[in-house]
T-cell receptor, first 110, second 112 residues
Framework: KQEVTQIPAALSVPEGENLVLNCSFT??????LQWFRQDPGKGLTSLLL?????REQTSGRLNASLDKSSGRSTLYIAASQPGDSATYLC?????????FGTGTSLTVIP | DAGVIQSPRHEVTEMGQEVTLRCKPI?????LFWYRQTMMRGLELLIY????????DSGMPEDRFSAKMPNASFSTLKIQPSEPRDSAVYFC??????????FGAGTRLSVL
């Protein structure tokens, strides 16, 4: 069974810092990988989707990379802002199943 | 479009009662997903539908849980009888393809 792990569980950084969130998965046979953002009391918002054939995707200050062979993905956030404070989850799709990590809670301090 | 609409937003009930959660997907989306989120287990996929047909219900925890999608614009998740361990936030999501899912705001269920 696919297991998805996110480290760290929580992260606090000063505004303006660049940061990296990590996601690892145990089975490299994935269809795609997504990064989501969840604000308190809200549902998930899709940030980036990387197909299994791709290595990275970029959207604004966000860049996500995928290394299937090592079972890892990273989400890079440049010039962090207080509005980036949220929980970030990664999810892999494999064999018609969806597997979510438990998330990294990010706090950006003004 | 108003996005995925879930109701109620909050539900408090007593153990043993029947609970029905409702979801209206985004118009035109042909996939619908039900998730449960808890602190202990994170986000878990319970069941998903394609064109109103259940595709995979392997995540449904037990027979007390059932889900239906009678038409393209409505789905329900029912728990009967409810138990305190069912307390969680239940999310519904819809999409045109399995990848790009749009989530509702969730229903926070408390079973006393």
């Amino acid at each position: 069974k696919q297991e998805v792990t996110q480290i760290p569980a929580a992260l606090s950084v000063p505004e303006g810092e660049n940061l990296v969130l990590n996601c690892s998965f145990t089975d490299s046979a994935i269809y795609n990988l997504q990064w989501f953002r969840q604000d308190p009391g809200k549902g998930l918002t899709s940030l980036l989707l990387i197909q299994s054939s791709q290595r990275e995707q970029t959207s604004g200050r966000l860049n996500a990379s995928l290394d299937k062979s090592s079972g890892r993905s990273t989400l890079y956030i440049a010039a962090s802002q207080p509005g980036d404070s949220a929980t970030y989850l990664c999810a892999v799709v494999a064999g018609n199943q969806f597997y979510f990590g438990t998330g990294t809670s990010l706090t950006v301090i003004p | 479009d108003a996005g995925v609409i879930q109701s109620p937003r909050h539900e408090v009930t007593e153990m043993g009662q029947e609970v029905t959660l409702r979801c209206k997907p985004i118009s035109g989306h042909d996939y619908l997903f039900w998730y449960r989120q808890t602190m202990m287990r994170g986000l878990e996929l319970l069941i998903y539908f394609n064109n109103n047909v259940p595709i995979d219900d392997s995540g449904m925890p037990e027979d007390r849980f059932s889900a239906k999608m009678p038409n393209a614009s409505f789905s329900t998740l029912k728990i009967q009888p409810s138990e305190p361990r069912d307390s969680a936030v239940y999310f519904c999501a819809s999409s045109l393809a399995p990848e790009r899912q749009y989530f509702g705001a969730g229903t926070r269920l408390s079973v006393l």
